[in-house]
T-cell receptor, first 111, second 113 residues
Framework: SQTIHQWPATLVQPVGSPLSLECTVE??????LYWYRQAAGRGLQLLFY??????ISSEVPQNLSASRPQDRQFILSSKKLLLSDSGFYLC??????????FGPGTRLTVT | GNSVTQMEGPVTLSEEAFLTINCTYT??????LFWYVQYPGEGLQLLLK?????DKGSNKGFEATYRKETTSFHLEKGSVQVSDSAVYFC????????????FGSGTRLLVRP
């Protein structure tokens, strides 16, 4: 069965600092991978998805970027964090073409 | 484009009460529909799904029926428990690209003993 690891679990960063969140998956190969953000009290916003190494699609223009350097690794980055970047970041992998399996999430607070 | 609309929460119920969380959708084509649940501090878990009209998804006492005529996928449970307290998300598969899911804004359920 598939497993998703996300780290760190929580992060507090000052405005203007860089960001790197990592997601790794086990138990599957060549998965579709996704980054979502959940702002406090709000729904999920799809940020990026990837269908393979080096292939990234961006859903929302913003100061975040994503990379997929390896088949089972998906990284979310920012050069300079904004207050509005605070939220709960979830990595997910696609199961077949319909379902998604979510990781435990990273809670980011930008101060 | 495709979208999902859920009833706003929070929904507060007493234990053993009947639960309905409304979900309606707008979509082209024939999307699959899902309910995900998020317990406090955790990621999302798939609760149930339905892939075609009139399908009923069910799991852990929860049910939802894919109603194409009313474009709805309401979540129901006959008798809720305190442990059901969570945020529930309705979602559909994006008909334009089967790689993506479109989520509703979520409905928080609080069950009191």
């Amino acid at each position: 069965s598939q497993t998703i690891h996300q780290w760190p679990a929580t992060l507090v960063q000052p405005v203007g600092s860089p960001l790197s969140l990592e997601c790794t998956v086990e138990g599957t190969s060549n998965p579709n991978l996704y980054w979502y953000r959940q702002a406090a009290g709000r729904g999920l916003q799809l940020l990026f998805y990837s269908v393979g190494i080096g292939q990234i699609s961006s859903e929302v223009p913003q100061n975040l970027s994503a990379s997929r350097p390896q088949d089972r690794q998906f990284i979310l980055s920012s050069k300079k964090l904004l207050l509005s970047d605070s939220g709960f970041y979830l990595c997910a992998l696609g199961i077949g073409l319909l379902e998604q399996y979510f990781g435990p999430g990273t809670r980011l607070t930008v101060t | 484009g495709n979208s999902v609309t859920q009833m706003e929460g929070p929904v507060t119920l007493s234990e053993e009460a009947f639960l309905t969380i409304n979900c309606t959708y707008t979509a082209t084509g024939y999307p699959s529909l899902f309910w995900y649940v998020q317990y406090p501090g955790e990621g999302l878990q798939l609760l149930l799904k339905a892939t075609k009209a009139d399908d009923k998804g069910s799991n852990k006492g929860f049910e939802a029926t894919y109603r194409k005529e009313t474009t709805s996928f309401h979540l129901e449970k006959g008798s809720v428990q305190v442990s059901d307290s969570a945020v529930y998300f309705c979602a559909l598969s994006d008909g334009d690209s089967s790689y993506k899911l479109i989520f509703g804004s979520g409905t928080r359920l609080l069950v009191r003993p």
